[in-house]
């Protein structure tokens, strides 16, 4: 399996980011980590072999990006304002540095985003923000509400990542480009964010915005349930 390990002093965040890259061709996935882990995370926890025929065969090119949660939603000390600042950073690092440099390697025109926990909602943030560069995104046992890491608090910034309240407000060309990606959100019936998920699902249905709710039985928010929800899903929402 073809794996490459990148690393550069990114502009966006001011500070040194890490990635790798599994496959040689195919369409383009972008992984995020869970809660504050790091690039190297869904290799060691074996997802790379989940994904094997469809990396050695060349359907897939994986980019497993590092996180800044602890910097972001995470960082408690900061306002919840700056929290948002910083996330909008990181948004900025994906779009104006990860992506070229996929496209650069890889000019298959079809983009995923994917993540679980914490990295189901940066894959489903990015993608419902910029649905004119993802053709597909899967949030496995996510949480879309950010408010719960800002006390409350709102503004612009903070509203512009929280898909649990935009959702309702996009218009116009945005929310036909939206209608266009194949949106998967899978998740555990007894999982503690269940309520939320099924929230966002109706708020995009009620804005004729199609996505597939997947609910899996017990719990089902841990790495097991992952291998077995991406094998499912990650070609399509059956």
């Not at 690393?7 to 966006?12: A, E, F, G, L, N």
Request: contains cysteine; hydrophobic residues 35%.
């Amino acid at each position: 399996m073809h794996r490459e390990h990148h690393r550069w002093h990114s502009p966006s965040l001011g500070r040194d980011m890490d990635l790798l890259v599994f496959g040689h061709a195919g369409a383009r996935v972008l992984v995020y980590p869970t809660s504050m882990g790091r690039y190297y995370e869904w290799e060691d926890r074996g997802m790379m072999e989940v994904l094997g025929d469809h990396l050695r065969n060349g359907w897939l090119q994986v980019y497993c990006v590092d996180s800044v949660d602890s910097e972001s939603w995470y960082a408690r000390w900061k306002r919840p304002g700056d929290r948002a600042w910083r996330q909008q950073q990181y948004e900025n690092y994906v779009l104006d540095e990860v992506l070229p440099l996929s496209r650069s390697k890889n000019p298959n025109p079809f983009l995923m985003a994917v993540g679980a926990s914490f990295g189901a909602y940066h894959a489903v943030d990015i993608a419902f923000r910029n649905p004119h560069l993802f053709g597909r995104v899967l949030g496995l046992s996510g949480m879309y509400d950010i408010g719960q890491f800002t006390d409350g608090h709102m503004d612009a910034n903070v509203f512009a990542h929280n898909p649990s309240h935009y959702v309702s407000h996009l218009h116009g060309g945005h929310l036909d480009a939206l209608r266009r990606v194949d949106i998967i959100l899978a998740t555990g019936r007894e999982d503690p964010n269940v309520a939320n998920v099924e929230y966002l699902s109706r708020a995009l249905w009620e804005k004729d915005v199609g996505n597939a709710l997947r609910l899996w039985d017990g719990w089902s928010h841990d790495w097991p349930y992952w291998e077995r929800m991406l094998r499912t899903y990650i070609g399509g929402s059956d």
